[in-house]
Structure formats: C-alpha cells, structure tokens
C-alpha cells in the first residue's frame, strides 16, 4: 500500500496562497488517482480536489473551483494542491488520498497521508 506524506501547510492572511505538497512511496505512483481532502474543526472530512492516472482529469469541489489546483509529477511521486485566494473557510487540516480505482468517487480513497493544517487568518 502507498504511504503519503503531506508538506506544505502553514498560516497565511487571507488572499494569499499555499501550496501543499504530498510525497508517496511504497507503490507504482502513476497507477493512482490521487487526491486531496479536509477536515475543519467540528465538521466532516470533505472532498477538495482529485488528479486521474497520468493528470488528464481533475475535479473539485464547488468551493475550490477557479482557486485552487490541483497537479501530480509522477517523475517525483508527488502531488501537488496550489492554493490562491484562500480565505478564512479554507482553515482545516488537508489529507492527501490515494486509490487505484481509475474514476474515483471520494468514497474510494483507501491510502491516507497525516494531515496538514492550513490556517487563513482574516
């Protein structure tokens, strides 16, 4: 099973970016759909974002769209979320996910990473 590490997350003021990072060993990296979720305090864990085999599809939730990025180098066994105009509902701790099922739903993800907090300060 994949292992995934995720880097990246910090405090930043709102309007600004992040970019979080998530290293994965222990598997054939480019046979995954990877993904990114979050959990903020007192709420469920939620889908953000996720890359198919290879980068040609990628989905995201509502929230997100036309701010955030999602992109993998499978060269380095990374994926990789680019956040822009983040703000103050963007705070929570980010996973990384991974499946080998080609068109994921997010109820598919079965490989995690750690978490990584993200906190937008207004």
Not at 79 to 86: A, E, K
Request: hydrophobic share 35%.
């Amino acid at each position: 099973q994949v292992q995934l590490v995720e880097s990246g997350g910090g405090l930043v003021q709102a309007g600004g970016s992040l970019r979080l990072s998530c290293a994965a060993s222990g598997g054939t990296f480019s046979s995954y759909t990877m993904g990114w979720f979050r959990q903020a305090p007192g709420k469920e864990r939620e889908f953000v974002a996720a890359i198919s085999w290879l980068g040609h599809n990628s989905n995201y939730v509502d929230s997100v769209k036309g701010r955030f990025t999602i992109s993998r180098d499978d060269a380095k066994n990374t994926v990789y979320l680019q956040m822009n105009s983040l703000k103050p509902e963007d705070t929570a701790v980010y996973y990384c996910a991974a499946t080998l099922r080609p068109h994921a739903r997010p109820t598919d993800f079965d490989s995690w990473g750690q978490g990584t907090q993200v906190t937008v300060s207004s």
